[in-house]
């Protein structure tokens, strides 16, 4: 490793992992800087990857050459497709993981990049020259000169664990927060705000008798994550179990709601919102008092682990109301607990303070990926880490930045989200975030981004001709299906005709060499193409609004007819074009009419 690495990445969860290993990829000397390098990527919430919209990121990240999806399929023990009964576009892969396995699957991969070294250290404060970020120094003393930091905190920046009555400080049980950063962004104008999220109590797998509750098998097909493993028909690299489902009633909601003057949800001292669609057990309880249960998913964490994760039990009641919770479950009687859930607070900087490219504007060099960007999630953050890590290589390099397409991709939807409108709550990946989604099918993911990342120096030529053999195979068989050459007798319409009025299309690809996988993705495009020939036209004419291109230093504030608020709101995003312009909220069509006349207005004075 060189004296002055080009790229060094501060936190070792999934952001930080997929940023060194993007950088790394494009040739750059990165040091990975971790609290602990044994806690690598750790699954300190649900040892799960995917699910619906978070499964078509990991498509995207392995089409670009990442980790996530690679490592998931090998450390995967219960593969299920989510929305299986709907169409490909909001279907969701997810994989349960073995905890175990699952870091060393990562450290492996990472060992095969030479010009990647992993270093204890707790990163705490950012060198800086001329208004630029240049090194980081440790908290120990330990500097590191670079050309670009990437900043991937998760919940470790002032966080904050509660319990009940009982707080402390942490990123997470049993390992310690992260202050000084805090306070090095904020001397350098960076403005910071504080989220939320949660865990729920891990359960001795030994004391369940799991016959008392309903088993959830995984598919008897599995589908994988990476395209690398859909290139024949796939059989995981371990044993799968069953998860099993239980359901609350209404004693384990009496406990809740007769201790909730214990919970700091409510007495006032978190303050910070939590996720929105994970929230925390006290407030199903309180905001749908109406129902009379709630689903919980009891999730083995290992093949050999000794808990079992409660999906839908997330908490931060004091210990002795989670037992005598847990043991108002019906089935649950004799569970013993062997973690209490908690809640942990942390800061986070607000992302409309950053670039499309994900740098933040007050200080070049730096760019943030993961929950310090205002997120929520493995697969948000290792998407953000990617797009971080590439941008971080490519400003070493002296080269322009990669922005995402958010007609291209999910990871531009999530880019464009988080810096256009910003967040009230830690973001979420839903396919219905996505104007286009049947275009953007997990499905597709290498059609749309691989020959991309081969560009960027992210894919070898390999992956890329994978890729391109694939869709020549697929695009050939669309081609028979459209023209009829599948039928014998009367072809008074086609194949594809037939499968969209609802026929079965099986029969034509039977004798065709394709994958179970590959022909699920064949009979899609069949069955959909009217609706993504109107996508492709609504595209065409959202790319129209994107090439009104915004001067780098246009002055928003001076531009007649736009009041305050939205001028407020400009001059806070800095959207690069018109398209962007669109989506920041309070943005009208009248006030984009009078944005898109001033700067045709100062095109022509030029």
């Not at 969860?13 to 940023?19: I, K, P, R």
Request: charged share 20%.
């Amino acid at each position: 490793m060189k004296t002055k690495p080009p790229v060094v990445v501060i936190g070792g969860g999934h952001a930080g992992v997929e940023a060194a290993a993007a950088a790394a990829r494009m040739g750059c000397d990165v040091v990975l800087l971790t609290l602990d390098p044994d806690s690598l990527v750790r699954l300190s919430c649900n040892p799960a990857i995917g699910g619906i919209g978070k499964g078509h990121l990991v498509r995207e990240i392995d089409a670009l050459g990442g980790v996530m999806g690679l490592a998931a399929d090998l450390g995967g023990i219960h593969f299920r497709v989510l929305n299986s009964s709907r169409g490909s576009a909001v279907q969701g892969p997810r994989a349960q993981q073995d905890y175990d396995r699952y870091p060393g699957i990562v450290r492996g991969i990472l060992s095969q990049y030479p010009n990647l070294e992993i270093v204890a250290g707790e990163a705490g404060s950012l060198s800086i020259e001329n208004g630029r970020v240049v090194g980081v120094q440790t908290c120990n003393g330990q500097n590191y000169p670079c050309d670009a930091v990437v900043l991937t905190t998760g919940t470790f920046l002032r966080g904050r664990m509660y319990q009940g009555e009982q707080e402390t400080e942490g990123g997470r049980v049993g390992e310690t927060a992260a202050a000084e950063m805090s306070h090095s962004l904020v001397a350098c104008g960076v403005r910071l705000d504080r989220f939320k999220t949660g865990t729920p109590p891990r359960l001795v797998a030994e004391s369940i008798d799991t016959s008392q509750f309903e088993p959830q098998p995984g598919d008897e097909s599995p589908v994988p994550f990476s395209f690398s493993h859909l290139a024949s028909e796939f059989q995981p690299a371990l044993p799968q179990t069953l998860t099993h489902l239980a359901k609350t009633g209404a004693a384990v909601h009496r406990i809740v709601r007769e201790n909730l003057h214990r919970s700091p949800l409510y007495t006032g001292r978190i303050k910070s919102l939590g996720p929105r669609y994970c929230p925390s057990f006290e407030d199903k309880v309180v905001k749908f008092s109406d129902k009379p249960g709630h689903l919980l998913h009891l999730e083995p964490m290992g093949l050999e682990h000794p808990w079992v994760y409660v999906n839908g039990l997330s908490t931060s009641l004091p210990p002795e109301a989670q037992t005598e919770l847990v043991a108002s479950i019906e089935g649950l009687e004799r569970a013993q607990i062997a973690r209490f859930g908690y809640a942990v607070e942390y800061d986070y900087v607000p992302p409309t303070q950053l670039t499309n490219a994900l740098e933040v504007r007050a200080l070049p060099g730096l760019f943030l990926a993961g929950q310090i960007c205002g997120t929520t999630g493995y697969e948000e953050a290792a998407g953000l880490g990617l797009i971080a890590g590439v941008n971080a290589a490519l400003s070493a390099m002296g080269k322009g930045p990669w922005i995402p397409d958010r007609l291209q991709s999910y990871l531009g939807v999530m880019v464009t989200d988080l810096t256009t409108t910003g967040v009230l709550e830690p973001y979420r990946m839903f396919t219905s975030r996505a104007e286009m989604r049947l275009s953007l099918s997990a499905d597709t993911a290498d059609a749309r981004l691989t020959s991309l990342g081969e560009s960027l120096g992210l894919v070898p030529r390999s992956q890329a001709e994978r890729s391109e053999r694939r869709w020549a195979q697929l695009n050939d068989t669309l081609a028979l299906l459209e023209c009829g050459a599948l039928l014998r007798g009367p072809r008074s319409n086609t194949p594809a005709d037939r499968i969209r009025k609802g026929e079965a299309g099986d029969d034509y690809l039977a004798h065709i060499p394709l994958t179970s996988f590959d022909k699920r993705t064949v009979l899609s495009l069949v069955q959909y193409r009217g609706y993504l020939e109107r996508e492709q036209r609504e595209t065409a004419r959202l790319r129209d609004l994107e090439r009104v291109r915004v001067p780098e230093e246009f002055a928003f504030e001076l531009v007649p007819g736009l009041s305050h608020e939205v001028r407020q709101r400009l001059c806070e995003v800095r959207p690069t074009s018109l398209s962007q312009a669109a989506r920041i909220p309070g943005i009208n069509p009248a006030s984009l009419t009078v944005l898109a006349a001033a700067i045709v207005k100062q095109r022509r004075a030029i």
